[in-house]
């Protein structure tokens, strides 16, 4: 069943006109990334070109999608704006909260049990105001949109990193902050800086052991994780066509680590089977009849470089499977090279749990490729050395793969079953471990890999491949086994094993006897909102302050971040999960993962204010500092921020005190969320005078009373021993984002303008 098809068809209805509008407007043929912002720009009238990274643009994506975990801070913020209904379809998905521990139906009655206050929050929220909700176990919410929601030139939006999956139904599908989802089901202009564009010419088609996944893998070598900063990397080429639809999601769906705003492929008729598939023919008829607009324009193919800002080729004839890692998934490897490597390195040999399925790789197509190595397992006696998981995307996907008998191939091979649900990938995993401070290494088919992500361990080596070759290295248990060339002990002697086989989609189509969706109530007005005022997991928020009207002065610097840190840094998953609907609770895991600087230590950082300065944990420090009326600042280093969209980040920071942040760099999501929750984003013009930051300092940020678009503020720096530095410091601020600074948040901006007290 196609959801919101009248909202599909309106889209399309209007897509041909505009996209004619915006061509007029540019004066050039478009890629697919322009004519999909054009047609869905606020208003709706194109009215003028724009300047890719630079101009900001307002837009009206199609629909909203929220994941549990940052659902919770999300409508916490929407039920303020005054709103009885989403302005667009929204959507709610049970997928973080449901921790792997020994399987599939433990766990998720388990979670159901310890997170029903808030299954029951995010439940009653959904149905009061309009909002799909998916129950615990129904799917990672990445695969159940690809399955029932993303459609050909739609735009999208979803409080998730990896919302991007739905490219590989050519969907313009975004990550933010949910302070932006409030926007958008709020009926107000969602802004985006008008990205850069980055093409990707794909040529040839996959073969052997290569698949899908190595594609991103290889991107990621060639952009890093900042390459894609402010762009949209647009997939293209014979080689595109030749993908499933399934594997140009994988694609997507990682590009996230690479700091892309999205990434999307065409349409073609691999998108048409896959809709066709999952009961979406009407979908797939309606893309067909126009599929011009789908597509880049014939001028932009044939001359790519004349219309892309960088142009990146890839033959998937040569190409060879990667394995990424360890700790950042851009450090990419040629399985070829990837032995050498782990002996150069010293990284652990030994391999001690491959996991596969995630929200990255957990299609039909995924688990047929594994099961076929799984198979080979068990038909040619070899011995699992390694733990093994599987992870289904969806119960539409795990119902299929049990019914044609996959999931009994990998219990035969030992594999664990675990809920469909995120669980190791975010870092809900209690895992099996007689040291959780040992150094050891696995390997995943997820997307992200920085320390402790999956396990809380600093010490494991966390690399990430394709599921086939996950499932190889599980087999060998060993990380320097190819499994290209390989043997390994069977029983009758040495074995080499076939390369793997998969299947695109079920032949006997998908089924599922309960997917998990949950309607809401056609009038939501009577429904109650179930919020204990007492509870230790959700809280009912205030608004922050607005703005002063004066500069800053006399702020004491939190932290210096050294090197990498994301947002797993400042706002850890895992454990803390639980607390994601309590702002202040779940503040006291703030930065506390963040390198001090001027110690190389963790979570302890100099007290200000404390008698004897003694050094404390972070939010220790920050609630000091709050308590007596200072604000502080936070100095971080290049691309801070990068990972998860989690607002958490930007909120916690907001909420204990943290009035700016200055550094290196900024990963776009964070950026954004600082943005939206009042703060300054400052970014140090000469990348060298974050050296002059001193641990005892006194910091002014002078200029704030004349605060305009394109103007650099000054940060003074008092010194303990009486000098100054003066810096100049840069910001992305528009005239829109100042407002949100001087109201003390978007939020705020919000309810002024719409007068929104909020229904509770």
């Not at 990274?53 to 994506?61: A, E, K, L, N, Q």
Request: proline share 4%; hydrophobic share 40%.
């Amino acid at each position: 069943m196609a959801f919101d098809l009248d909202m599909i068809r309106a889209v399309y209805a209007g897509l041909g006109s505009r996209i004619e509008a915006a061509r007029t407007a540019v004066g050039r043929p478009l890629t697919l990334t322009e004519k999909i912002l054009y047609a869905h720009l606020y208003g709706g009238k194109v009215g003028e070109a724009y300047q890719r990274g630079v101009s900001y643009v307002d837009f009206t994506p199609d629909r909203v999608a929220m994941q549990d975990a940052t659902a919770q801070m999300a409508l916490l913020q929407f039920m303020q704006a005054g709103r009885d209904k989403t302005a667009v379809p929204s959507t709610v998905h049970c997928d973080h909260l449901i921790q792997a521990r020994d399987g599939a139906t433990e766990d998720l009655a388990l979670a159901n049990e310890e997170n029903r206050e808030v299954y029951d929050f995010l439940a009653s929220v959904s149905n009061k105001y309009g909002i799909g909700f998916w129950k615990p176990g129904a799917g990672i919410i990445h695969q159940v949109v690809l399955e029932n929601y993303a459609f050909p030139g739609g735009m999208m939006i979803g409080t998730d990193s990896h919302t991007p999956n739905a490219g590989g139904l050519g969907m313009v599908a975004i990550g933010v902050g949910g302070a932006d989802a409030v926007d958008v089901m709020a009926g107000m202009p969602w802004e985006l800086k008008f990205p850069k564009v980055i093409g990707v010419k794909l040529t040839g088609k996959l073969s052997g052991w290569t698949s899908a996944k190595d594609v991103i893998l290889r991107v990621a070598g060639i952009l890093t994780v900042k390459g894609g900063t402010g762009a949209i990397v647009e997939y293209f080429g014979e080689g595109a066509e030749n993908l499933s639809c399934t594997g140009k999601g994988t694609i997507c769906n990682m590009g996230a680590e690479i700091g892309a705003t999205t990434s999307v492929f065409g349409y073609d008729e691999k998108m048409g089977d896959y809709l066709r598939s999952t009961d979406r023919a009407d979908i797939a008829d309606l893309a067909r009849g126009v599929a011009q607009h789908l597509r880049a324009d014939d001028e932009v193919y044939a001359n790519p470089a004349d219309f892309y800002d960088q142009l990146i080729e890839i033959d998937l004839n040569t190409l060879e499977p990667y394995v990424n890692g360890p700790f950042t998934p851009d450090a990419a490897w040629p399985i070829s090279e990837f032995a050498a490597a782990v002996r150069a390195h010293g990284w652990p040999e030994k391999l001690e749990v491959g996991l596969i399925g995630s929200c990255t790789n957990s299609s039909y197509e995924d688990i047929t490729r594994a099961a076929s190595i799984a198979k080979q397992a068990v038909d040619k006696g070899l011995t699992v050395n390694a733990e093994f998981t599987i992870t289904p995307g969806s119960e539409q996907v795990r119902y299929t793969v049990a019914r044609d008998g996959l999931l009994d191939t990998f219990a035969e091979m030992g594999g664990v079953v675990l809920a469909n649900a995120c669980g190791p990938c975010i870092g809900q995993w209690a895992r099996h471990t007689d040291d959780p401070k040992r150094k050891n290494s696995i390997i995943t088919s997820f997307n992200r890999n920085f320390a402790k992500r999956n396990d809380g361990n600093p010490n494991t080596h966390a690399f990430v491949a394709s599921p086939e070759i996950v499932t190889a290295f599980a087999i060998a248990g060993n990380l320097t086994f190819n499994p290209l060339t390989d043997t390994l002990p069977g029983r009758s002697g040495a074995v080499k094993l076939d390369e793997p086989v998969g299947v695109e989609l079920p032949p006997a189509g998908f089924a599922v006897e309960d997917a998990g969706f949950q309607a809401p109530a056609a009038n939501g007005s009577g429904v109650q909102v179930l919020v204990d005022r007492n509870s230790d997991r959700l809280q009912l928020l205030e608004p922050f302050k607005p703005w002063e009207g004066r500069d800053l002065l006399g702020l004491r610097v939190l932290i210096k971040a050294l090197g990498k840190c994301t947002t797993d840094h400042i706002s850890m998953a895992g454990p803390w999960l639980k607390f994601r609907g309590h702002l202040d609770n779940i503040s006291n895991n703030m930065l506390i993962g963040a390198t001090n600087a001027f110690t190389g230590e963790t979570n302890a950082v100099k007290a200000s204010g404390i008698q004897g300065n003694p050094y404390v944990a972070v939010p220790v420090a920050a609630r000091t500092l709050k308590s007596m009326g200072v604000g502080s600042i936070v100095v971080g280093d290049e691309n801070y921020g990068e990972g998860s969209s989690r607002e958490h980040a930007a909120m916690e920071p907001r909420h204990l005190g943290v009035r700016a942040v200055l550094v290196k760099s900024f990963a776009r999501i964070h950026e954004t969320n600082l943005k939206k929750q009042g703060m300054l984003a400052l970014t140090f013009a000469n990348k060298a005078d974050y050296d002059l930051i001193e641990e005892d300092d006194q910091v002014d940020i002078l200029g704030l009373t004349s605060f305009a678009p394109g103007q650099p503020l000054q940060v003074r720096l008092r010194h303990a021993d009486g000098d100054t530095d003066l810096l100049t410091v840069n910001h992305t601020y528009n005239e829109g984002q100042i407002g949100w600074f001087r109201a003390g948040s978007a939020l705020n901006l919000i309810k002024l303008e719409t007068g929104g007290v909020g229904a509770f």
